[in-house]
């Protein structure tokens, strides 16, 4: 597998050499990009391919071992495609992901502990509707431990399961649905949890602090989103209503879209909003201020616990209409 995992590193890396135009961005711990290389823990470099596509590497800078390899289908569509490569900072394999055209994991994703040994894998059979991929199913295919042990085979038997968002979960499965009662931690471990399942059904959960303080819910309010009030699409209609095109903008034709994006804090506020991206002559920040004026949100809620909630919000202008 090592040697599988070389060589293609080798090839993709062999490609940027035909690649016209580079971009190098560092990144700290917790992946938030930073402009002081001094307190970066990884850099991700983006390089046009013959066929306008992106190769992007990343890279652990003390260590200088390859941490990411995909691909990218343009420089504004930053979704994966294809084969995603992840290791650690070992040097060691750490996951194996494939992308359909449109950015949706699909097939076989295999996971690995830091000693290189397989630690699960999922399969994700799909269906492709009007162009756009839709996985029907979440099938877990085995699980070992950290010394080599199969725990579970073919959907059915124990598994430990890791997620992106600091969260630990602990059960069985039969047929590849959870069953009885899972354990578990989230949120960097400020929280536990304990559920039970039938059939792959949350039934009931039950949520503690730090101070044993108890949060329960079930599968209908296990996981939230953000409201706003009348739904996304009324802070969509509020924009439009009230974006005012800045002068400069009018007079230069501008046409495009400006990316905006906004986080939910725990309380329902709109916080750290941001130009992901824009067309100048004052378009960005005039989205800045019309979400300034927007309505309080009703906060996310996860297992019973507010929660920060990321949202990013294009607005397209265009005034050929006019």
Do not use: C
Request: glycine fraction near 8%.
């Amino acid at each position: 597998m090592k040697r599988i995992f070389s060589t293609i590193l080798i090839s993709l890396l062999f490609q940027i050499v035909y690649g016209q135009l580079s971009f190098t961005t560092f990144y700290t711990k917790d992946g938030k990009e930073t402009k002081n290389q001094e307190q970066a823990h990884y850099y991700r470099e983006l390089s046009v391919l013959e066929n306008s596509q992106i190769r992007v590497i990343e890279k652990y800078i003390q260590s200088n071992q390859t941490k990411l390899v995909g691909t990218f289908p343009s420089i504004k569509d930053k979704k994966f495609i294809g084969q995603k490569f992840e290791a650690f900072e070992n040097g060691k394999i750490k996951s194996k992901e494939f992308y359909s055209a449109d950015g949706v994991m699909i097939d076989t994703a295999y996971y690995y502990h830091p000693n290189g040994r397989l630690k699960i894998a999922f399969e994700y059979p799909y269906k492709v509707e009007k162009e756009a991929t839709k996985v029907t199913d979440t099938l877990i295919l085995v699980y070992h431990d950290s010394l080599g042990s199969r725990l579970l085979q073919n959907g059915n038997g124990y598994a430990e399961i890791d997620f992106k968002n600091s969260s630990v979960e602990k059960g069985n499965y039969k047929n590849h649905k959870r069953i009885g009662k899972w354990t578990g931690t989230f949120m960097d471990d400020k929280y536990s949890f304990e559920e039970t399942y039938d059939n792959g059904k949350l039934i009931s959960g039950i949520t503690k602090d730090s101070l044993n303080k108890e949060y329960i819910y079930d599968n209908k309010n296990y996981h939230q989103p953000p409201s706003y009030p009348g739904d996304i699409i009324a802070i969509r209609r509020f924009i439009a209503n009230n974006y005012r095109y800045p002068q400069e903008a009018i007079r230069n034709r501008v046409k495009g879209t400006v990316k905006l994006s906004f986080v939910i804090d725990k309380e329902g506020n709109m916080v750290e909003m941001k130009v992901e991206e824009d067309l100048g002559f004052g378009t960005g920040e005039e989205g800045i201020r019309i979400l300034k004026r927007a309505k309080k949100w009703t906060p996310g809620y996860m297992r019973g616990i507010p929660v920060r909630v990321s949202y990013s919000l294009p607005i397209r202008l265009d005034l050929s209409g006019s």
